[in-house]
């Protein structure tokens, strides 16, 4: 009779319960709150680092541990959008974050794993010979892989005497790198790249020589952590430099014939270019003429000043004269020279 008077009372008690809830479905049972999703992206940045970003409901309390390596933050809350960031550092392998999302009443824990991997730093330089006179080529470029980006040269580089620029790269996990056609390997994380630029100046069109990085090359950069892709851009030095070959012989383009022609002209000016005839490839063209202009001082300007003093001043004036000569690019010869000598105003 004791045992099941109790039983009695149990149940009781518990339907009493299930009774007295504010919340439940048909049959009284209390609702399950429901959980908060976290989930999370991983983007390498730089050496061990990681920057994470947490997607969830909006202005969610998150605390946050990492299993191995150090967080910037342990605490955050997620923007309106569901967003937060934080970044991990200091462990390379394999890793696990540990998130409590709270909001309201609500709690959920998550355990995420992830990876760090090594992202390595390629380190870019000029490696021609340093000369007295060298002229300077404007370099910029770079190759991408997801959102990483590294830059492929310094900001100019030195022209060698056989027109080629020559780029080093350093980088423990360097394996090969491609500009153009051409392709250079590493060695225990080194390579040398030096760039023969003729077929990407013969096969540029004379209506571009006077963009400010006319050679754009396509670029490859492959290093154990994966391939980045993207453009070389050179400013024209080199161009100006071939061109300037003429003015002492033939310059002829590899698988060409030495022939007269007239149908179209490069003016290369002192930082102007311009081009008379034809849009053709620098390997059409026909004819070059160099301008090259000097300043020359001329009698000062007088006048009387108009504040009723009746003081006469003067400014100084200078005038700039050009020299044009005109050669046949193929053969060399020496086309005509001639001299315009700016006038001075009265």
Aim: hydrophobic share 40%.
């Amino acid at each position: 009779m004791m045992t099941r008077s109790l039983s009695q009372a149990l149940g009781l008690i518990v339907l009493a319960g299930a009774g007295c809830s504010t919340k439940g479905d048909a049959h009284g049972m209390a609702e399950v709150a429901a959980p908060i999703p976290v989930t999370a992206t991983f983007e390498p940045t730089e050496g061990d680092e990681v920057r994470i970003t947490l997607s969830s409901e909006g202005n969610v309390d998150l605390q946050v541990e990492a299993e191995q390596g150090n967080l910037n933050d342990n605490n955050l809350r997620t923007e309106p959008d569901g967003k937060a960031v934080i970044y991990v550092r200091g462990a390379v392998g394999p890793n696990t974050l540990a998130i409590k999302a709270r909001i309201d009443r609500r709690e959920t824990r998550h355990v995420l794993p992830f990876t760090v991997t090594f992202v390595d730093t390629v380190v870019f330089a000029d490696a021609t010979t340093e000369r007295d006179g060298a002229p300077l080529v404007g370099c910029t470029g770079d190759v991408q892989k997801d959102r990483k980006t590294i830059a492929l040269c310094p900001s100019v580089l030195r022209l060698a005497d056989n027109g080629t620029v020559e780029i080093t790269a350093t980088a423990s996990s360097l394996q090969k790198l491609t500009i153009g056609d051409q392709t250079f390997e590493a060695n225990s994380g080194t390579l040398v790249a030096r760039l023969d630029l003729v077929q990407a100046i013969r096969s540029l069109d004379v209506s571009f020589v006077g963009a400010e990085h006319p050679l754009r090359l396509p670029a490859t950069l492959v290093l154990t952590s994966g391939t980045f892709v993207g453009t070389l851009e050179l400013g024209n030095a080199p161009i100006e430099a071939m061109f300037a070959q003429v003015k002492h012989g033939p310059l002829v383009f590899p698988g060409e014939v030495a022939r007269p022609g007239r149908s179209s002209l490069l003016l290369i000016s002192e930082g102007e270019w311009s081009n008379v005839g034809k849009s053709v490839p620098l390997d059409q063209v026909d004819v070059v003429a160099f301008d090259r202009w000097a300043y020359r001082d001329a009698p000062a300007c007088e006048y009387v000043r108009v504040d009723g003093s009746g003081k006469t001043m003067s400014v100084a004036r200078r005038m700039r004269d050009h020299t044009i000569v005109v050669h046949e690019r193929r053969t060399g010869r020496k086309l005509g020279t001639r001299r315009w000598i700016a006038p001075t105003p009265s």
